[in-house]
């Protein structure tokens, strides 16, 4: 299984980006979505996730910013981002929780990453 993370960029304060991440190979079935981010120097931290059931959550610094939305038809994660701060700048990754077949349960699995830079 892979997850492909694109929509990154570079945008001035206040713009907006759209970040997509899909999953490919060999999936029965998917549990939590999420993005998280990692600035330079910082931990990475959780910006949203959304479950099964579609109820969505989010960081308290992005909450009314951010919209985190799945589409499970085609093993897809959003992240609808508006009203971009320079203090989002950072790597965005997505995490998804799903099931291949190979185990019992969910496994998370990671995307490679997709750089996010506001500028002031």
């Known amino acids: 299984v892979q997850l492909q993370a694109s929509g990154g960029g570079l945008v001035q304060y206040g713009g907006s980006l759209r970040l997509s991440c899909v999953a490919s190979g060999t999936i029965f079935s998917i549990d939590a979505m999420s993005w998280y981010r990692q600035a330079p120097g910082k931990q990475r931290e959780l910006v949203a996730t959304i479950t099964r059931g579609g109820s969505a959550r989010y960081a308290d610094s992005v909450k009314g910013r951010f919209t985190i939305s799945r589409d499970d038809a085609r093993d897809s994660v959003y992240l609808q981002m508006y009203s971009l701060k320079p203090e989002d700048t950072a790597v965005y990754y997505c995490?998804?929780?799903?099931?291949?077949?190979?185990?019992?349960?969910?496994?998370?699995?990671w995307g490679q990453g997709t750089q996010v830079t506001v500028s002031s």
């Open positions: 995490n998804v929780g799903l099931n291949d077949g190979t185990t019992v349960g969910y496994v998370e699995h």
